[in-house]
């Protein structure tokens, strides 16, 4: 049974208790902010990236729903001043001509599909990027949650063995254990107080990886308030579902979407400086007050090919793309494969831990202690049988925080691929 708990620098403990503490609290200089799992997820989809990334595809599809249906505006253009020869035809004269030029490679069209093809993946990639902060910001609480926990068994093991140094000290001034027996728990102690440490090294990094992924504020000591998610496994179907739908990442869809883009960039570039049709009307007053209208039409000669550079240039970024895209399909499905394995893997390595492995190393701990305590054990046992229940509450912490990142991880995997956020 497990149950949340706050310890100072040292805490005493039962030898024989098979529970674990949930949470520690070490000194520092800011105050303590607890934060859930579901806080921290909460934070993780307003991280400024995300936001930015969502108004940026946004402004883009606004841009494309306003792109006009012309590649070009009108032009005006006037011309006015007075006629000085000859002198008898002085006078003012003016020209107001009106014309207006129509690309015929279908430019405003290839305008509005690039506008429409970057806004679409810019949205993929905010997919993506939310994926990676929630994975991330879910790795790094549950490596809070762990630092903490093996602080809270290094600070049990420093206790038993305090005890242990008392209990053995107690015998040799009796002389029913000599100074070498003393000795040999003196430096048990200190590889215990050695663990201790560097358990409050991980845990300080742990911090501060989360406080990274949180953009916590200064000074704020963040604390894994709560245990960790107990999600249940997917069912076999949703398994095969998952698996197959992997090629549906966010990470995927954007290496395809981008693909899709540049080559649609390239057929705009080239669309931009193809040929021109030119069209307008004039119209002319001269001096002898005499007004013409003129019809004015411009066709372009195509005699060379323009816009080949640009075009070859976004349509080789479009191939690398397509490339990478096809990578990723690749490794998509390896991490979800590998990570359905972990759910199971898990799983039974969880199990075996906490139903059999740690009960066993503490009941046989308590026995050697007693034993030693009515004179019928020896010191090695007991250090033995001690050292072999620190490894197996360690490995349990470890272990479920293994099991509960692999189910979260296949979570949040299978909501990606329902285009869930």
Not at 108 to 120: N, T
Not at 231 to 238: D, G, K, R
Not at 256 to 275: H, I, P
Request: charged residues 25%; aromatic residues 4%; negative net charge.
């Amino acid at each position: 049974m497990w149950w949340s708990m706050k310890l100072g620098l040292r805490a005493l403990f039962v030898a024989g208790s098979s529970c674990l503490a949930v949470s520690t609290a070490l000194p520092a200089r800011g105050a303590e902010r607890p934060i859930t799992f579901a806080d921290a997820m909460t934070l993780a989809e307003t991280h400024p990236r995300v936001q930015g990334g969502r108004r940026a595809a946004a402004d883009l599809a606004q841009a494309e729903r306003a792109s006009p249906y012309l590649d070009a505006n009108p032009v005006l253009a006037l011309a006015a001043g007075p006629r000085v020869a000859p002198r008898a035809e002085r006078g003012f004269e003016g020209a107001a001509e009106l014309t207006q030029s129509i690309g015929l490679d279908h430019q405003a069209s290839r305008r509005q599909q690039a506008l429409g093809a970057e806004s679409a993946w810019l949205s993929a990639e905010c997919d993506a990027e939310l994926l990676a902060r929630r994975l991330g910001t879910a790795a790094a609480w549950l490596a809070l949650w762990e630092a903490e926990e093996q602080v809270a068994v290094a600070l049990k093991d420093v206790a038993n063995e305090e005890e242990l140094v008392r209990l053995v000290g107690r015998l040799a001034s009796v002389r029913e254990r000599t100074t070498a027996d003393v000795a040999v728990v003196e430096t048990r102690l200190a590889e215990a107080q050695l663990r201790e440490r560097t358990a409050e090294g991980a845990l300080a990094e742990a911090r501060s990886q989360l406080a990274a992924e949180l953009r916590a504020s200064e000074g704020d000591v963040l604390v894994a308030s709560g245990a960790p998610p107990d999600l249940s496994a997917p069912p076999p179907e949703e398994q095969a579902r998952v698996l197959a739908a992997a090629v549906a990442l966010p990470a995927v869809r954007a290496k395809e979407l981008l693909a899709r883009t540049e080559l649609v960039r390239a057929e705009e570039e080239r669309a931009s400086r193809g040929a021109r049709l030119t069209f307008g009307v004039e119209v002319r007053h001269d001096a002898l007050r005499a007004d013409v209208v003129e019809g004015m039409l411009a066709v372009p000669l195509s005699i060379f090919a323009v816009g080949a550079r640009e075009y070859a240039s976004r349509a080789a970024s479009s191939v690398r793309a397509a490339g990478e895209a096809s990578d990723e399909q690749s490794r998509a499905r390896a991490a979800v494969t590998l990570a359905l394995h972990e759910v199971e893997h898990t799983e039974e390595v969880f199990t075996l831990l906490q139903t059999s492995l740690v009960p066993a190393a503490e009941r046989a701990t308590l026995l050697r202690e007693r034993q030693l305590k009515m004179g019928d054990g020896t010191l090695l046992e007991v250090i033995d049988a001690r050292r072999t229940m620190l490894d197996a509450r360690v490995r349990l912490v470890r272990a479920t925080r293994e099991r509960a990142w692999a189910r979260i991880q296949i979570h949040l995997l299978a909501e990606a691929t329902r285009g869930g956020h």
